[in-house]
T-cell receptor, first 115, second 114 residues
Framework: DGGITQSPKYLFRKEGQNVTLSCEQNLNHDAMYWYRQDPGQGLRLIYYSQIVNDFQKGDIAEGYSVSREKKESFPLTVTSAQKNPTAFYLC??????????????FGPGTRLTVT | DQQVKQNSPSLSVQEGRISILNCDYTNSMFDYFLWYKKYPAEGPTFLISISSIKDKNEDGRFTVFLNKSAKHLSLHIVPSQPGDSAVYFCAASADTSGTYKYIFGTGTRLKVLA
């Protein structure tokens, strides 16, 4: 089955620790995205990548880092510099970010709790 | 600055009746709009879209209306079913330095009562 997997579903970390969230897709999509969802807020774009070895900052990139070494994988690292890391993180992919309409396929999400 | 707004955080509708979810936007450069549906602890799934050159798009029980002069779009679900209970996000796309990115609204939680 084609799709996007995110692991783990729930993640707990102590404050001050970096943590990496996994995102893998087998849809052969060029573009991948990371969003963050907080209660009462929409999905906010953290980073996106249109092609392997290239990525751009989204609207709230501070305190996060990404890499795109393989087409299928786009891991997100939440660093200790992120002031409010507790949130629901969603990864997505799409085939044609250069067009006005492109359907984004989302993974099931990872809920990160930092205490 | 919230460019895409869903001013109703929640909506309850009786099964079989019409559900109307609203979305307002501020950027007149948006040229494509989408609705996503999200169940708890899952990622959003695409529901329906509309281009700015149209004012209506239908897909089964779902219809999206676009009023460009009012910068307003709405999603109609007729008839509403209990399985439609979810959070609905509207999203708008705009060209940002040659790449189209989506701006999402804050979501409306729909509850369809049996």
């Amino acid at each position: 089955d084609g799709g996007i997997t995110q692991s783990p579903k729930y993640l707990f970390r102590k404050e001050g620790q970096n943590v990496t969230l996994s995102c893998e897709q087998n849809l052969n999509h060029d573009a991948m995205y990371w969003y963050r969802q907080d209660p009462g807020q929409g999905l906010r774009l953290i980073y996106y990548s249109q092609i392997v070895n290239d990525f751009q900052k989204g609207d709230i990139a501070e305190g996060y880092s990404v890499s795109r070494e393989k087409k299928e994988s786009f891991p997100l690292t939440v660093t200790s510099a992120q002031k409010n890391p507790t949130a629901f993180y969603l990864c997505a992919s799409s085939s044609a970010p250069g067009h006005p309409f492109y359907e984004q396929y989302f993974g099931p999400g990872t809920r990160l709790t930092v205490t | 600055d919230q460019q895409v707004k869903q001013n109703s955080p929640s909506l309850s509708v009786q099964e079989g009746r019409i559900s109307i979810l609203n979305c307002d936007y501020t950027n007149s450069m948006f040229d494509y709009f989408l609705w996503y549906k999200k169940y708890p602890a899952e990622g959003p799934t695409f529901l329906i879209s509309i281009s700015s050159i149209k004012d209506k798009n239908e897909d089964g029980r779902f219809t999206v209306f676009l009023n460009k002069s009012a910068k307003h779009l709405s999603l109609h679900i007729v008839p509403s079913q209990p399985g439609d209970s979810a959070v609905y996000f509207c999203a708008a796309s705009a060209d940002t330095s040659g790449t189209y990115k989506y701006i999402f609204g804050t979501g409306t939680r729909l509850k369809v009562l049996a």
